[in-house]
Antibody
Framework: EVQLVESGGGLVQPGGSLRLSCAAYGFTVSSNHMSWVRQAPGKGLEWVSVFYSGGTTYYADSVRGRFTISRDNSKNTLFLQMNNLRTEDTSVFYC????????WGQGTLVTVSS | EIVLTQSPATLSLSPGERATLSCRASQSVSGSYLAWYQQKPGQAPRLLIYGPSSRATGIPDRFSGSGSGTDFTLTISRLEPEDSAVYYCQQYGGSLWTFGQGTKVEIK
């Protein structure tokens, strides 16, 4: 069974950092296009970043230069390193598989507040 | 960046009625890489339609997608109570993916 399990969310002060993890089960991360999508409280979906299976990565303008997507093939895990966090980054972050997205994680909440 | 504009913002219909949701792109969506997702409160989104008229696995045939270029449509032919949700369109496959702002479908 395909499963995506996110972790690493929590409360962080503005300017701080967090690293999100997405452990994948039932498929191989490196063979799939993987992405992060976020949703601010009460708002719509916002695409954050994609890691194509071939190794190319792209970012939304709102996070480029602050966030870094990566993967650890040995752990079959996707990561999102988030630096210089802002209050407007407060969101549920979803890990997602495929292009389009066929599978979603349950989401992890990131709250940026002082 | 391709901006996706969805309309209407809210659709309120009765069970059995037909729902037509629109998604308009600011520029042509290459390869028709356009998808539709359904999201219910407290849940992750679910893929309904992609490419832009292929149904995802397990999606009832009352859901259908159409369109090309800059204009796309999601149609729910006969609304069921469980179709109450927010629906998002998305363009994917290039260097910048984007979502529309969503259409909320309410069942009377």
């Amino acid at each position: 069974e395909v499963q995506l399990v996110e972790s690493g969310g929590g409360l962080v002060q503005p300017g701080g950092s967090l690293r999100l993890s997405c452990a994948a089960y039932g498929f191989t991360v490196s063979s799939n296009h993987m992405s992060w999508v976020r949703q601010a409280p009460g708002k719509g979906l916002e695409w954050v970043s994609v890691f194509y299976s071939g190794g190319t990565t792209y970012y939304a303008d709102s996070v480029r230069g602050r966030f870094t997507i990566s993967r650890d093939n040995s752990k079959n895990t996707l990561f999102l390193q988030m630096n210089n966090l802002r209050t407007e980054d407060t969101s549920v972050f979803y890990c997602a598989r495929g292009s389009p997205v066929f599978s979603w994680g349950q989401g992890t909440l990131v709250t940026v507040s002082s | 960046e391709i901006v996706l504009t969805q309309s209407p913002a809210t659709l309120s219909l009765s069970p059995g009625e037909r729902a037509t949701l629109s998604c308009r792109a600011s520029q042509s969506v290459s390869g028709s890489y356009l998808a539709w997702y359904q999201q219910k409160p407290g849940q992750a989104p679910r893929l309904l339609i992609y490419g832009p008229s292929s149904r995802a696995t397990g999606i009832p045939d009352r859901f259908s997608g159409s369109g090309s270029g800059t204009d796309f449509t999601l149609t729910i032919s006969r609304l069921e109570p469980e179709d109450s949700a927010v629906y998002y369109c998305q363009q994917y496959g290039g260097s910048l993916w984007t979502f529309g702002q969503g259409t909320k479908v309410e069942i009377k």
